[in-house]
């Protein structure tokens, strides 16, 4: 089976960077990925780690530690429209079959 | 537009009642998944479709029933509801080169039971 953690709740101040952490224990992995989600609306795709190491894209980050099962999303120069959930996802064995969601991790930025 | 279309956007109905929920997947996507998501919890799988054959089952409830047609369409059949039901239902599709990308969902449907 499989198993996502993720803090329930963060808060950070516009035009701060926060640093939102999942650890993962799984049967095999196959990637990694983070998502937004914005109340009520559809999760919107974030970004991917397959492979140890830090890939950027913008102001947004994700590590990926696999021999730790932990990953971060770092976002940098926060702006209120970041205030989301933010879910960590692994696939694990048999692509698309394996496929589960942490419980998310809601940013609050304070003006 | 994320490709991936869901209808209704919105439902209510009575306890009891039977409804069907639609999504056409991103064009070239084969899988379609479905996931249920109730107020402040997370995403919970329940089935998951790739051309036209069932391929896993998550935490879906006997009520609940789902197919994926010949033109890759899928629909969720929701029956003898219950208040607990009301929910977000979100389809999602993948496959067609979009694999190191995970899934695309659609908009959702929110069902309201009342």
């Known amino acids: 089976g499989q198993n996502i953690d993720q803090p329930t709740e963060m808060t950070a101040t516009e035009g701060a960077i926060v640093q939102i952490n999942c650890t993962y224990q799984t049967s095999g992995f196959n990637g990694l990925f983070w998502y937004q989600q914005h109340a009520g609306e559809a999760p919107t795709f974030l970004s991917y780690?397959?492979?140890?190491g830090l890939e950027e894209k913008g102001r947004f980050s994700s590590f990926l530690s696999r021999s730790k099962g932990y990953s971060y999303l770092l976002l940098k120069e926060l702006q209120m429209k970041d205030s989301a959930s933010y879910l960590c996802?692994?696939?694990?064995?048999?692509?698309?079959?394996?496929?589960?969601f942490g419980p998310g991790t809601r940013l609050s930025v304070l003006p | 537009d994320s490709g991936v279309t869901q209808t209704p956007k919105h439902l209510i109905t009575a306890t009891g009642q039977r409804v069907t929920l639609r999504c056409s997947p991103r064009?070239?996507?084969?899988?379609v998944y479905w996931y249920q998501q109730s107020l402040d919890q997370g995403l919970q799988f329940l089935i998951h479709?790739?051309?036209?054959?069932?391929?896993a089952k998550g935490n879906i409830l006997e009520r609940f029933s789902a197919q994926q047609f010949p033109d890759l369409h899928s629909e969720l059949n929701l029956s003898s509801l219950e208040l607990g039901d009301s929910a977000l239902y979100f389809c999602?599709?993948?496959?067609?080169?979009?694999?190191?990308?995970?899934?695309?969902f659609g908009s959702g449907t929110r069902l309201t039971v009342v």
């Open positions: 479709y790739y051309n036209g054959e069932e391929r």
């Open positions: 064009s070239g996507d084969l899988s």
């Open positions: 780690n397959v492979l140890d």
């Open positions: 999602a599709s993948s496959g067609g080169g979009s694999l190191n990308y995970g899934y695309t």
């Open positions: 996802a692994v696939r694990g064995d048999n692509y698309g079959q394996n496929f589960v």
